[in-house]
């Protein structure tokens, strides 16, 4: 498999901009390195039986059957402590339809000063959902072990510190998947330090919706079945504009990730 070495460019993003159109200009497999070590991949396709997982859990996603909260993103969330209300906040900010499987941190802001396991493991609709959604994180644990077999066990090592029922699979502690949505500028600075996060996306009849990281001027080509596993905290990094060139046209992500708030109980 081809070698990426990831060299480091300037640049003046910031957190919480959109990011612009840019053509991808990472489109074949390959295995990303940085500074000497092998720090994540990227796979156009998937293997086939991790395609089948993921059209399952993607077909049922978009119907009813799995519950979606519209979450808003950072650049929302300041423009209302900057003064504006929630709907003029809306207006400049990204919000998205997503759903959360797994665990979910303590949130004090809201109310909820404890970690819990995300509701909708308790909807009986959405249960073919969560299976396809499991079965896909261990499928995507295999390949991060016979691709990145040190980040395979240097993560297994980082998650013996979490209790297993906080656990999504053996190196997550929690999945979410995110609805056509071109995510802002941000860093995942919730995760655990070290970690990896697994990127699936699921694209039909659209253009755009790729990772553009400015750190090294990368741009993956995420077409429909590829696989992105990268360390999210490491870097800035948005999704470009999704164009439907069909009517029904999208991009939606599947994402694993661990969070180190269950480091500490």
Not at 52 to 77: G, H, Y
Not at 120 to 131: D, E, L, M, R
Not at 188 to 215: A, F, R, T, W
Not at 244 to 257: A, C, M, Q, T, V
Request: include cysteine; charge should be positive; glycine fraction near 6%.
């Amino acid at each position: 498999m081809k070698i990426i070495d990831l060299i480091k460019v300037e640049h003046s993003r910031k957190i919480g901009k959109v990011c612009e159109y840019i053509e991808p200009n990472l489109t074949e497999n390959c295995i990303l390195y940085s500074d000497g070590q092998a720090i994540g991949f990227y796979l156009n396709k998937m293997p086939d039986k991790m395609c089948k997982l993921a059209n399952l859990a993607n077909a049922e996603f978009r119907t009813k059957n799995v519950p979606k909260q519209k979450m808003n993103r950072s650049d929302t969330v300041s423009k209302v402590k900057e003064g504006m209300s929630y709907k003029e906040a809306a207006q400049f900010g990204v919000s998205q339809l997503s759903t959360i499987l797994g665990s979910t941190p303590p949130r004090p802001h809201m109310l909820r000063p404890y970690p819990s396991r995300s509701s909708v493991h308790s909807v009986k609709t959405a249960q073919n959902f969560i299976k396809a959604m499991l079965l896909l994180a261990k499928e995507s644990e295999k390949l991060i072990q016979e691709l990145l077999p040190k980040q395979y066990d240097k993560q297994l090592k980082l998650l013996q510190e979490i209790d297993s029922k906080w656990r999504f699979g053996n190196l997550f502690t929690s999945s979410i998947s995110n609805y056509n949505i071109s995510a802002p500028f941000h860093k995942d600075n919730g995760n655990i330090q070290g970690s990896v996060n697994v990127i699936i996306c699921k694209k039909k009849n659209s253009e755009g919706g790729d990772l553009y990281v400015p750190d090294y001027g990368a741009t993956f080509g995420q077409q429909d079945n590829s696989i992105l596993v990268y360390p999210a905290w490491k870097n800035v990094h948005a999704v470009t504009p999704i164009t439907p060139i069909h009517e029904g046209g999208y991009r939606n992500s599947l994402i694993f990730y661990p969070l180190k708030a269950f480091k500490k109980l």
